[in-house]
């Protein structure tokens, strides 16, 4: 539920799917906003559908619905996300990227709320997943320490911000800086670590 990482996907995939085969990608998740039942205030209501303006000014064809402010009763909390991308791993790896887009389009797309479990669920029954072993999963404190663990990690790697590109070569972690509009940059950068190592 990261704005600028929706922005970032196409080039994300571009990126990814131009890596050598032989890259083992791991994808991390920051957690953002811990579990809250509360409505989220109206000034971070405001800075969000700003964030998303600038968002489609820096990144041309990035699409937003803001009917969400209008029809969702948004919530600061993305952690319910981070765990059905983490249960939906737990039935396989293809089920990962599947849930991480399910919920992008779902949220900035279809103004579907993404912090309410059945809007999961229903993703989870889209993208094919065997739903009750979902939601036991997502309601587990197995996943929960899952995300807390990477969580940790994100920051134990220096990894702030959202979205965060790093290499980690024989324990050494460089960062890659993200171009949301191309990633030839960032191919260049993996490249020239692969030829140094």
Do not use: H
Not at 32 to 57: F, G
């Amino acid at each position: 539920m990261c704005s600028w990482c929706w922005g970032f996907e196409p080039v994300r995939k571009a990126l990814f799917g131009a890596l050598p085969s032989n890259l083992d990608v791991k994808i991390l998740l920051g957690g953002l906003a811990p579990d809250s039942d509360q409505p989220m205030a109206e000034p971070m209501q405001l800075m969000l559908q700003q964030t998303w303006r600038k968002i489609q000014e820096a990144i041309p064809d990035t699409e937003f619905n803001f009917e969400f402010w209008k029809l969702c009763q948004p919530r600061r909390s993305t952690y319910p996300s981070n765990r059905a991308v983490i249960a939906a791993r737990k039935q396989g790896k293809i089920f990962e990227e599947l849930m991480i887009v399910r919920i992008q389009q779902g949220y900035y797309l279809e103004a579907k709320n993404p912090s309410d479990k059945n809007t999961l669920i229903e993703f989870a029954r889209e993208i094919e997943l065997d739903v009750n072993k979902f939601e036991v999963d997502l309601d587990s404190q197995e996943v929960q320490n899952e995300l807390i663990n990477e969580i940790r990690l994100c920051r134990e790697l220096g990894l702030n911000s959202f979205p965060s590109l790093a290499m980690q070569i024989n324990g050494a972690i460089t960062p890659i800086a993200i171009d949301y509009l191309n990633e030839t940059n960032m191919l260049k950068k993996v490249e020239k670590l692969l030829k140094k190592n």
